[in-house]
């Protein structure tokens, strides 16, 4: 049995993807580094970046923040997470985020790492001096509905 090799990608390294929700991800392991064992992205993103109302059948999230504020909302319930703040939201479990400082910079794990062709569908690659992909919701329902990994429930709680 082959065991997986080793993955080390330092500072500003790693696959590089517009999400088409807002924000830019550099992918740090993904489900092939992982054997499938978890996704892991630094998501960047400006103020004002909100999700809708979500949940992930499937898998489990874990925001940790890196840099700036977001607002979360998660079954029902609203709570500020700061630089240094984790936020770990099990399968299911509906929720969403608003970015409220100028930037914010989150650590993202979802274990399994099942969600990453949601993710792929969603987004493009980005290209150093290119401007970022334009929000694109249809785009993401549609790779919602294709993958399974994320279920819309709804329009933004905030």
Known sequence: MKTLDAVVRDTGEGEQRWFCGGGLHTWKATRQDTGGAFLLFEDRLDLGKVTPLHRHPDADETFYMLEG???????????????????IIPRGIPHAFMVTSELARMLYLQTPGSGEEFYRIASEPAVEGEPSAPINFDRVREAATQTGAIELLGPPPF
């Open 69 to 87: 504020e977001v607002l979360l909302h998660i079954d029902g319930e609203q709570w500020p997470l700061h630089a240094g703040g984790i936020a």
